[in-house]
């Protein structure tokens, strides 16, 4: 039996150990994280290696033999033994908290003077991102549906909702926050990995949760910068040469259109859909989808805040493209 037990702990421990349980590491935060993790891992391995080797010893140890139908002798119980498995449970719940709450201080504990600010707003079923310190000709901020960040500088997310309760979480970057609505919640991150990590909402919000899904693009100092002078470029831009680009970018993944290459089964065909549809109706299909829903869609599916994501210019430039794509229009 110590045999079989000794090789079943060996093929568990190559489980544990070798096999890659988290996701990569793409901020100081997650490093932090993990520590955590493990230690309440550990001590949950142990608790339970504990007593389950018991409760087996136990069973096979006190069986009873064939044939005894007897109820088993009443046991008045064990002082010394209740007052240790009252004692080293408090002492762990107890360093399990103290560390955490240690680790969370540190996980938040940013150089102020140095942190970019991203807004984040959480809406049924998309997320928006706003830089209130980079500013568009006219003074509106920089606001975006993907999320992009420089490498290494501490960045701040005040977080909140327009509707039900998200949650927003970068798997690679591990700190989860809510997102709710009337009120700014705060998680902050350092990102130490480049590259494109996805952005998940966590907290069941409607119909579209499990598609309530953006990205995170870490770049470098100078790639962020330049992608921030891109996007004043692009708002800046005359409307109608954006319009390809934002398809592709925004809605090409749930919708198909042969102009553009794009194949998405989430939205209705728009090849299908919008030939024979004036500008005004295919404005209104993107900034308010409700308001008409194809046969055998639901609503609620497409993001509602496309009217904020986009300017006005974009949104005309978009409809100029799809109008001009499907040979509808003027
Ligand atoms: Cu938003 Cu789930």
Redo the contacts with the bound molecule.
């Keep these: 039996m110590t045999l079989v037990g000794l090789a079943v702990g060996a093929a568990l421990a190559a489980v544990a150990l070798f096999v890659p349980w988290l996701p990569d590491q793409g901020a100081e935060q997650a490093r932090i994280v993990d520590n955590v993790y493990w230690f309440v891992t550990i001590i949950c391995v142990a608790v339970f290696a504990v007593v389950a080797g018991v409760s087996v010893y136990a069973v096979w140890k006190f069986r009873a033999p064939p044939g005894d139908t007897d109820d088993g002798s009443p046991i008045h119980g064990h002082t010394g033994l209740e007052i240790v498995w009252t004692i080293i449970p408090v002492i762990l719940v107890t360093a399990i908290a103290v560390y955490s709450g240690v680790a969370l201080a540190q996980a938040e504990d940013i150089d102020d003077a140095d942190k970019l600010v991203v807004e984040v707003s959480?809406?049924?079923?998309a997320w928006t991102f706003t830089y209130p310190d980079e500013l568009l000709e006219g003074g509106r901020p920089l606001t975006s549906g993907e999320l992009v960040v420089p490498l290494d500088q501490p960045i701040e997310f005040r977080i909140t909702?327009k509707d039900?309760?998200?949650?927003f979480w970068v798997p690679e970057w591990r700190m989860k926050q809510d997102?709710v609505q009337g009120i700014t919640t705060r998680t902050v991150v350092q990102p130490t990995k480049l590259g494109t990590f996805p952005v998940i909402?966590?907290?069941?919000?409607?119909l579209?949760?499990?598609t309530?899904r953006s990205q995170a693009r870490v770049l470098d100092e100078a790639g962020f910068r330049a992608w921030v002078r891109e996007q004043r470029r692009l708002a800046a831009e005359g409307a109608s040469v954006q319009g390809e680009g934002l398809f592709v970018s925004n809605c090409g993944s749930c919708h198909t259109l042969a102009e553009a290459g794009t194949d998405g089964q989430t939205g209705p065909d728009l090849d299908t859909v919008l030939p024979g549809q004036d500008a005004a109706a295919v404005s209104e299909s993107i900034v308010e989808p409700n308001a008409e829903i194809s046969e055998g869609f639901q609503p609620d599916v497409m993001p509602q805040n496309y009217g904020e994501v986009f300017t006005e210019q974009q949104l005309e430039g978009l409809v100029e493209y799809l109008l001009e794509a499907t040979g509808g229009g003027d």
């Design positions: 959480a809406q049924q079923f909702s039900v309760i998200h949650s997102a909402c966590t907290e069941l919000c409607g579209g949760h499990a309530m």
